[in-house]
């Protein structure tokens, strides 16, 4: 499976910290440019996930989390 090519700058302007406060603090699912915030609820984010990868087959959603105004991640790269 492949990502869509838009999804990279998607997520980098995700992680910028120059996004609405509606995705801060939160987990978030990235799929063909498009932002879906995560539900909580495990079985929730299971069909949401789901329902992506039958709406878009051959692509790989991306599940990363938006972090706070202010907040440092920590990044190890080898």
Avoid: C, R, W
């Avoid at 990868?53 to 790989?60: D, N, R």
């Amino acid at each position: 499976m492949k990502t869509y090519k838009d999804d990279q700058k998607t997520i980098a302007n995700l992680l910028s910290g120059k996004v609405s406060k509606k995705y801060q603090g939160k987990e978030v699912v990235v799929m063909e440019g498009k932002v879906y915030l995560l539900p909580e609820n495990d079985e929730q984010s299971k069909n949401l996930i789901n329902k992506l990868i039958q709406e878009h087959p051959g692509l790989t959603p991306t599940i990363t989390f938006v972090p706070k105004h202010g907040t440092y991640i920590l990044l190890i790269q080898k």
